[in-house]
């Protein structure tokens, strides 16, 4: 693990250049959001539909995709500079750490930074009053998962392709996931086999249990299914990151 | 030589890369304190050399001892020991000289206060002080080997690796580079470098293996290779069009060898003065160089090819 944290330290340097920027970002990003969609667009939503404020419907979902989507912009480029650009992970491995660490430290940041932006991002959820119970300090925890089981298997894709990836990868997965995994409308709405498709989603997964915390009333059968689920993929995605690290820069 | 006195030990080393052997089979040891170079052209198995003995590509045959361990098992504990100069160089831009020295110190585990100090003395000893604070970007190519030098110290190693350190600097940066590696040496710290110049291998080297094809071709002190492989001089003859047809046989026994080049002809010879007038009776050519012999006509010798082509 402390071979795992010198790589983390990499990362912290870089992002210590420009952090400044992502807290700004962080901070007008949720109002923007949850002033539109949650205050404007609410306002014409009815609340017999959903049986609650739409704000309070949206707020939770809005913060599991700013998890999704961090998790993935940070395991995109960043992991493409450091092996094709900068080439940083070739001079991490001149020195004692392993594939491993590179991965793990890696994590560990993407972790960090979904940490801060969701927490900002949560306080700008309970100034707009649509926060309920206490339950909602666990949708920090969960967001962070939410943006590891993003982050592990979009690493390992970054490290493995060659070609120009990131423009479908957003495109075709991330921004369909954005729209259609239960933020703006249940999933119920959709046609059977893309419900069930996005049931699959460790966004969708994220998301509902999000909004079950912020309302304060989480199952916990089900949270402890979602919860496992998610981890399945963060493991899953640990397992193909190092393998895809491991033919990359150990060959 | 017995393994154990050997830092570097391999026998029988062989990498393949699909249908591809990068490294055919090679024997060598590097004793303590040696400066140790692979000589050759591009592809011939240098830098997959380097790689296997950087503990980050994994031998496809034979054995490789590094420091009595095995680079496959114990990379790690080996690394902590290693220095490495890449061929293309692993620095981060948008750090500054000084961050970039810091954050590989720390990979190696040196305490805070320690790599601050460190990072101090390796910017003085690679002249760089004054650039610490400048990002890495805008340096030249000269300032950047340095400091990839100065970073491959942090960690005080016994073994620095260096893939054709000196590769895309002008004259000038070469010596720097040269003087500061010359440095090392003198402090008893182990050097394996590849190259594909001969002026490189004859400053740095105290001895070399020159490699073709993933094998040795010839191996020893850069005197003795050209003494074995080569004679004590060279004449060079130009000519305006195209080269006559001659053998060595001409001279009556002046002349050893001949190679013939596109643009000129090469007479190896023990005594160039006595030859040029026979030379110059006989073929007419435009030019006549006498010269004495270097790594590039052993190569030439043993590969039949120049060296950068």
Redesign the interface.
């Known amino acids: 693990m402390?071979?795992s944290l010198?790589?983390y330290?990499?990362w912290l340097?870089?992002y210590r250049?420009v952090w400044r920027g992502t807290i700004a970002s962080s901070v007008l990003n949720p109002v923007l959001y949850l002033a539109a969609m949650g205050v404007g667009l609410g306002a014409v939503v009815k609340k017999q539909e959903l049986g609650l404020p739409y704000l309070d419907f949206v707020a939770p979902g809005l913060l599991a995709a700013v998890a999704m989507q961090i998790g993935a912009i940070e395991s995109s480029f960043p992991v493409r500079g450091a092996i094709k650009w900068?080439?940083?992970y070739?001079?991490?491995?001149?020195?004692?750490?392993?594939v491993s660490n590179l991965v793990t430290g890696h994590l560990l940041y993407v972790a960090t930074r979904v940490g801060i932006a969701t927490s900002i991002y949560l306080c700008a959820i309970v100034a707009f009053g649509a926060v309920h119970s206490w339950w909602s300090l666990a949708t920090i925890p969960l967001c962070i998962l939410v943006g590891l089981s993003f982050a592990g298997p979009i690493s390992a894709l970054s490290a493995y392709a060659e070609d120009e990836v990131f423009n479908p990868l957003f495109r075709f997965i991330v921004t369909p996931l954005f729209l259609f995994a239960g933020i703006f409308f249940p999933v119920t709405q959709l046609p059977h086999v893309l419900r069930e498709l996005a049931y699959a989603t460790p966004l969708w997964n994220g998301v509902d249990l999000a909004r079950h915390l912020t309302l304060g009333h989480p199952h916990a059968l089900r949270a402890l299914v979602q919860v496992a689920y998610l981890v399945l993929w963060f493991a899953f995605g640990i397992f193909l990151a190092r393998w895809a690290y491991t033919k990359r820069?150990?060959? | 030589m017995a393994a154990g006195e050997a830092l570097i030990h391999a026998r029988g080393l062989t990498k393949q890369f699909g249908a591809l052997r990068a490294v055919d089979g090679i024997d060598f040891d590097v004793p303590r304190g040696e400066a140790f170079g692979f000589l050759g052209p591009n592809g011939a198995g240098k830098s997959s050399t380097m790689r296997m003995i950087g503990c980050v590509s994994p031998p496809s045959g034979g054995t490789l001892r590094i420091l009595g361990m095995d680079p496959v098992k114990q990379g790690s504990e080996i690394r902590a020991r290693l220095g490495v100069v890449p061929q293309a160089d692993t620095l981060d831009n948008e750090l500054t000289v000084r961050e970039n020295l810091i954050i590989y110190g720390r990979y190696f585990g040196l305490s805070r206060s320690e790599v601050r100090q460190r990072a101090e003395e390796l910017l003085d000893f690679v002249q760089l002080s004054e650039r610490a604070d400048s990002k890495v970007e805008p340096l030249s190519g000269g300032m950047k080997r340095r400091l990839t030098i100065a970073r491959a110290l942090v960690n005080d190693p016994e073994i620095i690796l260096l893939d054709e350190p000196t590769t895309g600097l002008d004259p000038q940066a070469r010596h720097v580079v040269w003087d500061r590696l010359f440095r090392l040496k003198q402090r008893g710290v182990t050097l394996i470098l590849t190259t594909h110049y001969m002026d490189e291998a004859e400053q740095l080297c105290d001895r070399l293996v020159v490699m073709d094809n993933g094998k040795f071709a010839a191996e020893g002190s850069p005197l003795d290779l050209i003494r074995e492989y080569s004679t004590r001089e060279v004449v060079e003859l130009r000519f305006p069009g195209e080269a006559p047809t001659v053998d060595a046989g001409m001279f009556d026994g002046m002349v050893s060898r001949v190679e013939v080049l596109p643009d000129r002809l090469l007479f190896y010879t023990d005594d160039g003065d006595a030859l040029v007038p026979h030379a110059h009776e006989r073929l007419q050519p435009q030019s006549v160089l006498v010269r004495r012999s270097t790594l590039e006509d052993v190569f030439l010798r043993l590969t039949g090819r120049t060296l950068i082509d």
């Not at chain 1, 070739?90 to 392993?98: E, I, N, S, Y």
């Open positions: 402390t071979y010198r790589a330290e990499y340097t870089v250049r900068n080439r940083q070739f001079a991490m491995l001149a020195t004692p750490l392993k820069l150990v060959t």
